[in-house]
T-cell receptor
């Protein structure tokens, strides 16, 4: 069965610092997708990125970057020059491309609460 | 374009009562998912609709939970009778055909059972 581990429960950084959120996953599938979601204080889960297991290229979007390494089963998320608006809970999630029941259910980690202090 | 909406945002009920949660997916999204986060735990999958059909309900905890999606539009999740352990945040998500795994979530309904 699949599993996602976010070992960092809470992180605090001072504004403008860089911060990396760790995500380690387990799956027996060779085809899978990895995701990051942001949950701001308002509560909704905001989709940030989807990464296919065959694409190990790192991705950068503004101040956000993602480092996918199959060799270590990790999909880490870095925020550069953090801002107060980045304060949120961040979830890493895994979807096996096709589960036995024909579903695309996501398996989530427990989340990492990031606090950016002004 | 409107996102996924959920109603109510909060619900406080007593043990043994019934509660119905509603989810309106993004217009045109055939896939609708329910998830739940119990305090201190991971967000867990409950079930998946494709249009009005239940594709996967392997995450439903027991028969006190009933989900429907009549007409393939909005969905309801009824808990009857509610127990203390049902407290948590219930999330709904939707995705479009062909991109089933890219799910867009609503704000959740916080359910408190006293």
């Amino acid at each position: 069965a699949q599993k996602v581990t976010q070992a960092q429960t809470e992180i605090s950084v001072v504004e403008k610092e860089d911060v990396t959120l760790d995500c380690v996953y387990e799956t027996r599938d060779t085809t899978y997708y990895l995701f990051w979601y942001k949950q701001p204080p308002s509560g909704e889960l905001v989709f940030l990125i989807r990464r296919n297991s065959f694409d190990e290229q790192n991705e950068i979007s503004g101040r956000y970057s993602w480092n996918f390494q199959k060799s270590t089963s990790s999909f880490n998320f870095t925020i550069t020059a953090s801002q107060v608006v980045d304060s949120a809970v961040y979830f890493c999630a895994l979807s096996e491309a096709y589960s036995g029941a024909g579903s695309y259910q996501l398996t989530f980690g427990k989340g990492t609460k990031l606090s950016v202090i002004p | 374009e409107a996102g996924v909406t959920q109603f109510p945002s909060h619900s406080v009920i007593e043990k043994g009562q019934t509660v119905t949660l509603r989810c309106d997916p993004i217009s045109g999204h055939d896939n609708l998912y329910w998830y739940r986060r119990v305090m201190g735990k991971e967000i867990k999958f409950l079930l998946h609709f494709v249009k009005e059909s239940k594709q996967d309900e392997s995450g439903m905890p027991n028969n006190r939970f009933l989900a429907e999606r009549t007409g393939g539009t909005y969905s309801t999740l009824k808990v009857q009778p509610a127990e203390l352990e049902d407290s948590g945040v219930y999330f709904c998500a939707s995705s479009q055909a062909g991109q089933e795994d890219t799910q867009y979530f609503g704000p959740g309904t916080r359910l408190t059972v006293l």
